[in-house]
């Protein structure tokens, strides 16, 4: 299994990026996915979650009304698009997986988690 994470980058205050993360070698409609980040001296915390089917999505309290989490099935590939981006945002972004059933919702606990990709860095000036 692997999740390669791209489109981190340097961004003023107030810009966009959109992170991307293309994974291979599991059946990708299986698995809820989501996007984390960790900044230098703190922990790795959640940002946004999304369920199987992309119908049902989590934001922590930091990023709502600013990042959109959704995913393209078909590619086998989930999105992070920030906007309105702030000097807080600088962080190291990592996505990951997990297998559940159907039902289950988007999934914001970091240990829940089977597979991470490497991570790719944002970084805003103010």
């Known amino acids: 299994v692997q999740l390669q994470a791209s489109g981190g980058g340097l961004v003023q205050a107030g810009g966009s990026l959109r992170l991307s993360c293309a994974t291979s070698g599991l059946t990708f409609t299986f698995y809820a996915m989501g996007w984390f980040r960790q900044a230098p001296g703190k922990e790795r915390e959640f940002v946004a979650g999304i369920n199987r089917n992309g119908g049902s999505t989590l934001y922590a309290d930091s990023v709502k009304g600013r990042f959109t989490i959704s995913r393209h099935n078909a590619k086998n590939t989930v999105y992070l698009q920030m906007d309105s981006l702030e000097p807080e945002d600088t962080a190291v972004y990592f996505c990951?997986?997990?297998?559940?059933?159907?039902?289950?919702?988007?999934?914001?606990?970091?240990?829940?988690?089977?597979?991470w990709g490497q991570g790719t860095q944002v970084t805003v000036s103010s």
């Open positions: 990951a997986a997990k297998r559940v059933i159907s039902s289950v919702g988007p999934i914001s606990e970091r240990a829940d988690y089977s597979y």
